[in-house]
């Protein structure tokens, strides 16, 4: 077994998180995979994976071994598809990652769509609300919501609010707040997952105007706040997609538009070089033309001109 073949096997075990599944993804035996995992620590003089009966990780050499593997082999794909020419035609797997909603709600349609036009391309999608690190996890395509440092390799495709929302009921009884200090005597309700979580954001005329939330109710998932908000029993702040059936249907208002923060960018972010690779090309170019489409096409979203 060459060492290109070594790099795919671990990596292998770690993405199926167990040597018997790995062996299923690369149609062999589970021996075989635990020879050339022994084989690959003897040579290299270090324990890649630490093994109980229960759990499988990467040691400290391993995560690094893994990243550059990942690296390596990612290279090597460029090169081959840039030798066979700029037409070549995609194939292999694409690992994507975007936030949880947004990647239900508008990257889900995307990938359903670009795997119906490139037959020879596999796609794992990594649906998290959190900053994933492309390089260590080996992710070759993100969805980012937010500012980004400056870089090349992004494309914007959209922007996003953050709001303010409650529903009537609320309102009804509670009153509604006509300033961000009236949410001191509010019932909030809020997402542990969310990086609106620590602190809320307002402008007024010019003025930033922090507010620390003391919420009542905290949850681990977005949409249970939201849930929560529309059965009447607080106020929430999330980004527009997230609310923007609720808001349609009139099931949440959203408040305080005039003290809102200047909407947050989307970008479609890519890993290597898009020029090169026909995988990341291809799917990078259908992501950004469908996403502004469905973007500018959402009244929850405010879209780029």
Known sequence: MDRFQEMQVLLTVVEQGSFARAAERLNTSAPSVTRAIAALEQRLGVVLL??????????????????DSRRILAELLEAEESAAGSHSTPRGQLLVTAPV??????????????????????????????????VDEGVEVAVRIGHLPAQDNAIRVGQVRRVVCAAPAYLQQYGRPRHPDDLHQARLVMSSSSGLFTEWQFNDQGVELPFQPSPRLVVTAIQAAINAAVAGWGITQVLSYQVASEVRSGALEVLLEEYEQSPLPIHVVYQGSRRNSAKIRSFVDFCVEHLRQQLAANSGVTALP
């Open 101 to 134: 909603l947004f990647g239900e709600q508008y990257v889900t349609p995307v990938l359903v769509d670009y795997l119906q036009r490139f037959p020879e391309v596999e796609i794992r999608a990594l649906l998290v609300d959190r900053v994933v690190n492309m």
């Open 50 to 67: 630490s093994r109980t009966t229960r759990s499988l990780r990467l040691t400290e050499a391993g995560q690094r071994y893994a990243a």
